[in-house]
């Protein structure tokens, strides 16, 4: 059975970056669209960027244009996500999610596989 696992977060202050890991094992990426979604407290889930399983499509949340980089290495079978010039309201547990040959949707209806979470603190 295939597993996703985050890593990378921790508590950052306002202007800080951090790089996001998406660990895969027992299921290889090269088929799947991955995504990353976020979690704020009180807040519903938010999609925030999604890489297809081509690589040749990237999409974005409007929050995370021009601060957020997605990107994938296949031979560690791993999706990043470099997080910059952070703020406050970017505090969340950030999900990563895999979806076979997906379109890279926002929605998180298609993803079948999904991490535990990692925390991501923003200080002001």
């Known amino acids: 059975q295939g597993q996703l696992v985050e890593s990378g977060g921790g508590l950052v202050q306002s202007g800080g970056s951090l790089r996001l890991s998406c660990a895969a094992s027992?299921?290889?990426?090269?088929?799947?669209?991955v995504a990353w979604f976020r979690q704020a407290p009180g807040k519903d889930s938010e999609f925030v960027a999604s890489?297809?399983?081509?690589?040749?499509?990237?999409y974005y949340a409007t929050s995370a244009k021009g601060r957020f980089t997605i990107s994938r290495d296949r031979a560690k079978n791993t999706v990043y996500l470099q997080v910059n010039s952070l703020k406050p309201e970017d505090t969340a547990v950030y999900y990563c999610?895999?979806?076979?040959w997906g379109t890279g949707t926002y929605s998180p209806t298609p993803y079948d596989y999904w991490g535990q979470g990692t925390q991501v603190t923003v200080s002001s």
């Open positions: 999610a895999a979806d076979q």
């Open positions: 027992g299921v290889g990426l090269g088929t799947y669209t």
């Open positions: 890489t297809t399983y081509s690589g040749d499509t990237t």
